[in-house]
């Protein structure tokens, strides 16, 4: 499609993009937004999730080509200059393209594991409601090939713009789904055969020695509260060994480690 | 020392505290910001820096007192209710507490590694200029008992207010000092027996399978660049294994799963 300027922020073309900072916290029924080319390239590029339009700064266009040229040929391209770019996103936008995606019918956790293999890699995220974590640790299972990640309804949704740009476009590429607590995923897991471990400094085993066969399942909670005692006394349990006197990893570097060491990818 | 209650935001006693994030930006002769109860407890804590004066919010005194017991006598402690605090902070102080410190007289790289032992861990950042990545390593040398940091030039301060917050104080305790150059650090730790490892996705050995012995350093270097190749040339290195088509971890991913591969802390 023919790149479409824009001259008007008010224009209800880009309604969509209108104050994007402000609107992260309202629902945006079914949409959510791509910023920088790097995701948006992660978006086009992987189509899990439909594009509803695009929105260029006219002077990136030229170097934006060759993600344009990857959408569907009915997805509008709205070009605007940096003023109009600012008034529409409400701040200064320095990234140089923004996307509408859409989020379509996510996949259950049942179905989602009904997808994944004989040696999938899953996490598993309870309460983790910051953003720069969730994100993070997309980033960490996009890293280590793991095959999905499940999360129970008190985190953060991996959709929310902030999440996504952390992530650099993981959370578009790595299949989520999200359950209503993580006893339903706990026992969902359970039921499929998984070997689940929950990550905690007062995990039993050491990461090292962790020695997974099968499909397997990490469970990754908040820095402060931790893991519910329910899922602890349930689940096998890994510890990462810390120097003596330090409290806690932030668990996006945890993340980072545990998944690291479950890592199927030989050498 | 009695709290010294302060109801006037322009009161010369507070004037270090005006405007602190705009003034991040420009030098604090000398001085630095610690923010929050866990980090002025460190800072207390520690000694590794001194304290010039602490402001607290005025309904948070009591649950302070165990940091404030710490403090030299002579140390004043200003007391202020919620309104003077954002008006004296420039926005919205959430945290209860903040401290000015002092950077003192900070050690040469040449100092500092002539008080670490025999089997020190060292890591060393070159052109990391991201505070939220500066702080995260920190973070996560305390947490696996790097001795040092080592940092160039392009790196940021680790004493920079947000870079502490995010190292939730390691950055107060673990010791780090600054060179202009890494070559010089490379020639230092060289003369001192270190063996050094440059962490890059083009590394030759797999993080796993290196068995350092003896003093060792972990060079880390910006996710876009990675580390220049005069340096690639005359180190070690090291990769970390990641999924195919993945480009690369955060560097303070990296870090993490690099510092406790490298950690002398056995189970």
Redesign the interface.
């Known amino acids: 499609m023919e790149p479409v300027r824009i001259d008007d922020p008010l224009d209800e073309r880009v309604a969509a993009y209108v104050d994007i900072r402000e609107r992260d916290l309202v629902g945006r029924q079914g949409r959510f937004v791509a910023e920088g080319k790097v995701v948006v390239d992660v978006l086009t590029a992987t189509r899990r999730f439909g594009v509803e339009s695009v929105l260029v700064l006219e002077n990136r266009l030229a170097g934006m080509q060759h993600v344009l040229a990857r959408l569907p040929a009915d997805v509008p391209v709205y070009v605007v200059g940096a003023a109009v770019m600012d008034r529409i996103a409400g701040f200064h936008m320095h990234r140089g393209i923004l996307a509408i995606g859409l989020r379509g019918e996510l996949a259950s956790p049942d179905q989602l594991l009904g997808t994944v293999g004989q040696n999938a890699l899953v996490a598993v995220l309870v309460g983790i409601s910051n953003h720069d974590n969730v994100g993070?640790i997309f980033?960490?299972a996009?890293?280590?090939?793991a095959d999905a990640v499940l999360l129970d309804k008190a985190s953060c949704d991996p959709l929310y713009r902030k999440a996504i740009r952390v992530s650099?476009g993981a959370a578009l590429k790595v299949p989520f789904a999200v359950a209503d607590d993580a006893a339903i995923i706990a026992d969902l897991l359970e039921k499929k055969g998984f070997t689940q471990f929950a990550l905690s400094p007062r995990g039993e085993t050491?990461i090292?020695?962790v020695q997974p066969r099968g499909p397997v399942a990490l469970y990754l909670g908040t820095e402060g509260e931790g893991l519910p005692e329910h899922l602890m006394s349930r689940l096998h349990t890994a510890r990462?060994?810390?120097?003596?006197g330090?409290?806690?990893?932030?668990v996006?570097?945890?993340s980072?480690?545990a998944l690291?060491a479950f890592?199927r990818?030989a050498?």
Chains 1, 2 share one sequence.
């Open positions: 993070s980033r960490n996009a890293a280590f090939g650099v050491d090292r020695d990462i060994t810390m120097a003596p330090f409290d806690s990893l932030n996006a570097a945890a980072a480690i690291h890592t990818n050498g």
